[in-house]
Protein backbone atom coordinates (compact mmCIF):
# COMPACT_ATOMS: atom_id res chain seq x y z
CA UNK A 1 0.00 0.00 0.00
CA UNK A 2 1.11 3.62 -0.41
CA UNK A 3 1.61 5.45 3.03
CA UNK A 4 2.57 8.98 3.10
CA UNK A 5 3.69 8.97 6.71
CA UNK A 6 3.19 6.65 9.85
CA UNK A 7 4.08 8.32 13.28
CA UNK A 8 3.52 8.38 17.00
CA UNK A 9 1.80 11.39 18.53
CA UNK A 10 -0.99 12.72 20.63
CA UNK A 11 -4.82 12.45 19.25
CA UNK A 12 -6.20 15.55 17.88
CA UNK A 13 -9.63 14.86 17.67
CA UNK A 14 -12.74 12.89 18.62
CA UNK A 15 -13.50 11.37 21.92
CA UNK A 16 -10.08 10.01 21.82
CA UNK A 17 -8.69 13.59 21.91
CA UNK A 18 -5.41 13.47 23.99
CA UNK A 19 -4.34 9.88 23.91
CA UNK A 20 -1.17 8.48 22.43
CA UNK A 21 -1.74 7.12 19.18
CA UNK A 22 0.27 6.00 16.50
CA UNK A 23 -1.13 7.39 13.25
CA UNK A 24 -0.86 5.45 9.67
CA UNK A 25 -1.44 8.16 7.04
CA UNK A 26 -1.81 6.34 3.16
CA UNK A 27 -1.61 8.12 0.54
CA UNK A 28 -3.93 9.54 -2.18
CA UNK A 29 -7.69 11.31 -2.07
CA UNK A 30 -10.43 11.76 -4.01
CA UNK A 31 -11.64 14.63 -2.82
CA UNK A 32 -10.24 18.33 -2.62
CA UNK A 33 -12.13 19.94 0.53
CA UNK A 34 -10.99 23.80 0.42
CA UNK A 35 -9.61 23.58 4.05
CA UNK A 36 -8.06 20.76 3.78
CA UNK A 37 -4.57 20.17 6.32
CA UNK A 38 -3.47 16.78 4.62
CA UNK A 39 -2.65 18.01 0.90
CA UNK A 40 1.17 16.72 0.98
CA UNK A 41 -0.52 13.71 1.01
CA UNK A 42 -2.31 13.47 -2.17
CA UNK A 43 0.68 12.22 -3.88
CA UNK A 44 3.84 10.42 -4.15
CA UNK A 45 4.04 8.10 -0.93
CA UNK A 46 6.26 5.02 -0.09
CA UNK A 47 5.06 1.46 -1.13
CA UNK A 48 4.86 -0.61 1.77
CA UNK A 49 3.52 -4.54 2.53
CA UNK A 50 1.53 -4.44 5.23
CA UNK A 51 3.98 -6.39 7.37
CA UNK A 52 6.42 -3.75 7.27
CA UNK A 53 3.43 -1.29 7.92
CA UNK A 54 3.03 -3.43 11.28
CA UNK A 55 6.55 -4.04 12.65
CA UNK A 56 6.61 0.35 11.81
CA UNK A 57 3.52 0.25 14.20
CA UNK A 58 5.04 -1.63 16.74
CA UNK A 59 8.29 -0.11 17.04
CA UNK A 60 6.51 3.56 17.45
CA UNK A 61 4.21 1.73 20.02
CA UNK A 62 6.71 0.08 22.18
CA UNK A 63 9.82 1.10 21.17
CA UNK A 64 11.96 -0.66 23.81
CA UNK A 65 9.62 -3.86 22.17
CA UNK A 66 8.22 -4.68 25.31
CA UNK A 67 4.53 -4.10 24.37
CA UNK A 68 3.73 -4.76 28.19
CA UNK A 69 4.89 -1.40 28.86
CA UNK A 70 2.56 -0.18 26.57
CA UNK A 71 -0.14 -1.77 27.07
CA UNK A 72 -2.24 1.24 28.47
CA UNK A 73 -2.67 3.09 24.99
CA UNK A 74 -2.95 0.52 22.33
CA UNK A 75 -4.29 3.56 19.97
CA UNK A 76 -3.80 3.39 16.07
CA UNK A 77 -5.32 5.85 13.42
CA UNK A 78 -5.67 5.17 9.95
CA UNK A 79 -5.79 8.08 7.97
CA UNK A 80 -5.13 9.96 4.75
CA UNK A 81 -5.48 11.37 2.59
CA UNK A 82 -8.71 8.69 2.05
CA UNK A 83 -7.79 5.47 3.28
CA UNK A 84 -10.67 3.33 1.90
CA UNK A 85 -9.29 3.93 -1.81
CA UNK A 86 -6.54 1.73 -1.20
CA UNK A 87 -9.26 -0.35 0.41
CA UNK A 88 -7.99 -3.83 -0.54
CA UNK A 89 -4.81 -3.45 1.40
CA UNK A 90 -5.78 -1.46 4.61
CA UNK A 91 -8.70 -3.84 5.73
CA UNK A 92 -6.33 -6.72 5.97
CA UNK A 93 -3.92 -4.39 7.71
CA UNK A 94 -6.57 -3.31 10.13
CA UNK A 95 -7.88 -6.93 10.47
CA UNK A 96 -4.07 -7.85 11.04
CA UNK A 97 -3.77 -4.53 13.90
CA UNK A 98 -7.29 -5.65 15.28
CA UNK A 99 -5.12 -9.34 16.18
CA UNK A 100 -2.10 -8.06 17.10
CA UNK A 101 -4.57 -6.06 19.55
CA UNK A 102 -4.76 -2.98 19.13
CA UNK A 103 -7.42 -0.10 19.06
CA UNK A 104 -7.89 0.94 15.36
CA UNK A 105 -9.78 4.18 14.46
CA UNK A 106 -10.47 4.49 10.68
CA UNK A 107 -10.83 8.75 9.81
CA UNK A 108 -12.75 8.61 6.34
CA UNK A 109 -15.02 10.94 4.42
CA UNK A 110 -17.44 8.17 3.90
CA UNK A 111 -17.50 8.78 0.09
CA UNK A 112 -16.21 5.11 -1.07
CA UNK A 113 -18.57 1.94 0.76
CA UNK A 114 -17.75 1.41 4.16
CA UNK A 115 -19.10 -2.10 4.56
CA UNK A 116 -16.15 -4.59 4.35
CA UNK A 117 -14.37 -2.33 7.54
CA UNK A 118 -13.82 -5.09 10.83
CA UNK A 119 -16.60 -4.37 12.78
CA UNK A 120 -14.18 -3.69 15.81
CA UNK A 121 -13.16 -0.78 13.75
CA UNK A 122 -14.30 2.47 15.29
CA UNK A 123 -15.17 4.43 12.24
CA UNK A 124 -14.53 8.71 12.73
CA UNK A 125 -16.48 9.59 9.70
CA UNK A 126 -16.58 12.76 8.41
CA UNK A 127 -19.33 14.14 6.39
CA UNK A 128 -19.06 16.79 4.39
CA UNK A 129 -20.58 20.31 4.58
CA UNK A 130 -21.57 22.87 1.76
CA UNK A 131 -18.55 24.96 1.84
CA UNK A 132 -16.18 22.05 2.69
CA UNK A 133 -15.86 21.93 -1.61
CA UNK A 134 -17.23 18.59 -1.44
CA UNK A 135 -20.40 18.84 -0.34
CA UNK A 136 -22.85 16.22 -1.29
CA UNK A 137 -20.37 13.66 -1.21
CA UNK A 138 -21.33 11.26 1.99
CA UNK A 139 -22.37 7.96 0.84
CA UNK A 140 -26.22 7.65 2.67
CA UNK A 141 -25.88 4.26 2.67
CA UNK A 142 -23.01 4.41 4.80
CA UNK A 143 -25.40 5.11 7.41
CA UNK A 144 -26.25 1.43 8.11
CA UNK A 145 -22.46 0.85 8.08
CA UNK A 146 -22.09 2.62 11.08
CA UNK A 147 -22.48 1.44 14.86
CA UNK A 148 -22.48 2.22 18.48
CA UNK A 149 -18.85 2.76 18.84
CA UNK A 150 -18.21 5.21 16.11
CA UNK A 151 -18.40 8.62 15.43
CA UNK A 152 -19.30 11.29 13.09
CA UNK A 153 -17.62 14.71 12.41
CA UNK A 154 -18.59 17.62 10.87
CA UNK A 155 -16.19 20.22 9.75
CA UNK A 156 -17.76 23.75 9.75
CA UNK A 157 -16.85 27.05 8.20
CA UNK A 158 -20.03 28.81 8.65
CA UNK A 159 -23.47 29.20 9.24
CA UNK A 160 -24.93 27.48 6.71
CA UNK A 161 -22.61 24.66 7.47
CA UNK A 162 -23.75 24.69 10.61
CA UNK A 163 -27.34 24.38 9.88
CA UNK A 164 -26.58 21.40 7.44
CA UNK A 165 -25.34 19.56 9.98
CA UNK A 166 -27.85 20.58 12.71
CA UNK A 167 -30.37 19.16 10.33
CA UNK A 168 -28.27 15.69 9.22
CA UNK A 169 -28.23 14.94 12.60
CA UNK A 170 -31.77 15.20 13.08
CA UNK A 171 -33.46 14.07 10.00
CA UNK A 172 -31.30 11.24 10.39
CA UNK A 173 -31.60 10.35 14.20
CA UNK A 174 -27.59 10.43 14.70
CA UNK A 175 -27.58 10.30 18.44
CA UNK A 176 -29.50 6.92 18.33
CA UNK A 177 -26.91 5.24 15.75
CA UNK A 178 -23.38 6.53 16.97
CA UNK A 179 -21.60 6.73 20.10
CA UNK A 180 -20.56 10.82 19.52
CA UNK A 181 -21.41 13.90 17.09
CA UNK A 182 -18.30 15.97 16.33
CA UNK A 183 -18.94 19.65 15.44
CA UNK A 184 -15.52 21.07 14.76
CA UNK A 185 -14.72 24.63 13.57
CA UNK A 186 -12.37 24.52 10.09
CA UNK A 187 -8.73 25.57 10.43
CA UNK A 188 -7.96 27.76 8.06
CA UNK A 189 -5.41 25.82 6.20
CA UNK A 190 -2.50 28.29 6.13
CA UNK A 191 -2.27 28.97 9.95
CA UNK A 192 0.91 28.79 11.13
CA UNK A 193 2.56 30.84 14.36
CA UNK A 194 0.25 31.96 16.70
CA UNK A 195 -2.04 28.61 18.85
CA UNK A 196 -4.91 30.34 19.40
CA UNK A 197 -8.75 29.72 18.12
CA UNK A 198 -8.26 33.06 16.11
CA UNK A 199 -7.38 30.67 12.73
CA UNK A 200 -11.12 29.22 12.95
CA UNK A 201 -12.98 29.92 10.10
CA UNK A 202 -15.73 30.03 12.53
CA UNK A 203 -15.80 31.59 15.94
CA UNK A 204 -15.81 28.44 18.43
CA UNK A 205 -17.82 30.81 20.77
CA UNK A 206 -20.64 31.58 17.78
CA UNK A 207 -20.75 27.58 17.28
CA UNK A 208 -21.19 27.10 20.83
CA UNK A 209 -24.09 29.41 21.15
CA UNK A 210 -25.60 27.79 18.23
CA UNK A 211 -25.22 24.54 19.72
CA UNK A 212 -26.40 25.59 23.22
CA UNK A 213 -29.87 27.43 21.07
CA UNK A 214 -31.00 24.56 19.25
CA UNK A 215 -30.38 21.71 22.00
CA UNK A 216 -27.82 19.72 18.93
CA UNK A 217 -26.63 16.23 20.39
CA UNK A 218 -23.26 17.36 19.16
CA UNK A 219 -19.82 17.99 21.18
CA UNK A 220 -17.89 21.11 19.88
CA UNK A 221 -14.65 19.49 19.12
CA UNK A 222 -11.39 21.77 18.77
CA UNK A 223 -8.30 19.87 16.83
CA UNK A 224 -6.29 20.08 20.17
CA UNK A 225 -2.94 19.69 18.08
CA UNK A 226 -3.27 23.16 16.52
CA UNK A 227 -3.32 24.54 20.34
CA UNK A 228 -0.17 22.38 21.04
CA UNK A 229 2.12 22.67 18.14
CA UNK A 230 2.20 25.00 15.30
CA UNK A 231 -1.08 24.46 13.43
CA UNK A 232 1.55 24.43 10.19
CA UNK A 233 3.34 21.19 12.10
CA UNK A 234 3.01 17.84 10.02
CA UNK A 235 3.71 14.79 11.57
CA UNK A 236 2.01 15.83 15.09
S1 LIG B 1 -11.13 14.18 2.49
FE1 LIG B 1 -9.59 14.70 4.03
S2 LIG B 1 -7.60 14.44 3.00
FE2 LIG B 1 -9.18 14.50 1.40
S3 LIG B 1 -9.24 16.65 0.76
FE3 LIG B 1 -10.81 16.39 2.35
S4 LIG B 1 -9.79 16.91 4.30
FE4 LIG B 1 -8.19 16.57 2.74
Known amino acids: MLITEIYKSLQGE???????????????????????DSEFSFYGGKKMPVDEVLAEVDKLHAPTGNRQLATVNCLVEITGGEPMLQERE???????????????????????????????VIKIVDVKCPHSGAAETFAIENLKALGPHDELKFVLSDRADY?????????????ERVHAILFSPAFRKDA??????????????????????DNVPARLS???????????????
Open 14 to 36: STYAGLTCVFVRLTGCNLRCTWC
Open 90 to 120: VVPLMERLISAGYTILLETSGERALGAVPKQ
Open 163 to 175: EFARDFVREHQLS
Open 192 to 213: SGARDASHCLLNPAELAQWILA
Open 222 to 236: MQLHKFIWDPAAKGV
